[in-house]
DNA sequence: CTGTTAGCGCATTCAT
DNA sequence: ATGAATGCGCTAACAG
């Protein structure tokens, strides 16, 4: 209940005084700075952090939009970004859109009014270019395009694709099954622009980067190279219950089927699977899975996969929200124009691919963190 | 960045009727409304929280402290507390100190400097009974005692415990060696009371009432029938690896070991090394895990467990959270006194159970969560 | 029913 | 080096 000026009397000094000392700006004899500190003690003062929010316009709070934490996939990001933003001073507010009625919207909402700084969108969206575009406040996007005026992070899902049809090509599968989330929400003109490099996809912002972008590289490796390709949907990634069913269907509908790629838990899903029926591993069946959480190393038997480096990416994610946050405030401040800052980040990273707009002078920002396979029990060398 | 003020110019009209047609509080004429709404649509007007943040003395942000999201354990239970408190209108800040350099207490922090309406501890603490006590905001303790001034909400292993032990006596087993975190941070004294019901456990607030309880249950129900048993310490649960290190040494160290409990990780590490050993479940060896999320769906086999209805729990710990909050604005208006608010949430659930301290007028207070036992494919009928 | 005004608790110019 | 005054943007008495 003490507030600064209780402190101040106490102290027989001024609030500035008690400010300077709390922030440890400026100059203050010791003395003061003795008398001060005394009378905090002694009166138990704590700053009220509201009172600083409003004079400063900013919070410090980052909203981390997320489908579901049940995935390990998105935990575990969850985790890393929250860690990287904590090294900045920053907090994160977390929403798993699986997890509430009100969806995304209201995390913009909370942005527009100031209640966060910035908003990183891990979820799909169903909001329009135009809508985003309107926001003008710090976002950025995990493996999605959502605007030129919004900055991406995602892995480089050309890349993976490319690792996982190069491993079952030299195994020398004839039949490959893959398990995925619905493709209707995806571009589907992206299907003839698979073999583009990042740099080349960063420049199509009319395209999304999905993680489905891997099963277009694949199939067409695949196809290319003579192999039979199936896919199997799983409708909705927040119902566990459905990758099971994937699994089941998979050795249901195709029987001759020798390789399986697939998410995670899915993957997971048909080590166990391949156990009821009999189907040994990899001797009968090739199992890769996408992603590469521990949820590839505490199934049947360890799964091959590949690894996403969520840190790193997290990392990223981190790194741009905060030039976001600053850019916007220098556009607030009035110096400065919307280009500027971006400059400064695109040197950052190796595969970092920048875009410049020179109509808007805003550029769309693509950045790419590398896959990487890892061989386990469950493919042949 | 237009104002109140700016809407108030445009439409002619004063800031506080702005203010009335905002919250949809108080009478405002038609006439008015509409003119004020058409000049928030012009001037693009949105309102700045921070502002009523600053004037409410609230954010409606509720800090959930938990130890990982890693473990699906936690990112379960984080994923639903976040529903919970989203059907209230408040906002998850999630901190999983695992992630974290600052510990809880930039938390506890916050909580004081009210950025935080609330705190919902579920990481173990080391901070002493004396600091909460002295905390004097609305606190929520997961599975844990903090001290007498705040309320638990828990899973009922007393129970846990004795579902495992029955099952297994059931079974016929005679060496059961169980999974764990290290048992040193508990209070040890606690040893002599785990047959003690939750009623009983509730009068003791100088034990805390961690997961591990069941196994003090267990231990004492499978002696007295004369099976043995033995321990195996994961040491940091954060740290994966560990469990897959723990399974390993259930069978090198116990040859003749014929059942293991676990927590889910270290039970699906369980399945995968006997897969490698050739050990068959449940014919050589039943297994039945602790705390039953989906890794228990997803390991090589369906694995037995005692599952803790953690969409319960989080409700409770929310209904709790809110009891808190709005006994202490109680406290701080000045009217009704301390114990007050208690009685009402008394009746709210079934094994709820309220201890009065007459002293202080607070009571502690431990709402337990009853566990069920899953039959699955790693254990006989 | 609407407008005027006084804070909410702190940070920061400016004088001194 | 320090203090008095002003404002951050909004809300809620109170007066009209």
Redesign the pocket.
Known sequence: ????????KKA?????????V??S?????D???ARVTAAMEELN????????N????RTNTVGVIMPTLQHPFFATLAGRIQHYLDTQGLHAILCSTADQQTGETQYVDMLQR?TLDAVIMGSHSTLSQEYWESIKRPVVAFDRYLCDFIPTVGGDHITGGRLVAKKLIDTGVQHVVHIGGPRGRYHDRARGEQLLNARELSSRPDSSFPTVRYQLVLEDELHAAGIETNFVTVEDLSDLDLFHKAASAVFDDYSDVDAVVAPDLAAAAVIQEARRRGTRIPEDMQVIAYDGTYVTTFAGQQISAVVQNLDETARRLVVHTMDEIERYEKINRGDGDMAQSVESVSNEHRNYVSVFDTESGVPYRFDAVKLEYVERETTKH
């Not at 027989?12 to 300077?20: D, H, K, R």
């Not at 700006?25 to 004899?29: F, I, L, P, Q, T």
């Not at 003062?45 to 600083?52: Q, S, T």
């Open positions: 209940m003490a507030g600064i000026r209780d402190v101040a027989g000094v001024s609030t500035s005084t008690v400010s300077l709390i922030n700006s400026g100059y203050v004899s003395k003061m700075r003062y704590i700053p009220n952090d509201l009172a600083k409003l004079y400063r316009g100031h």
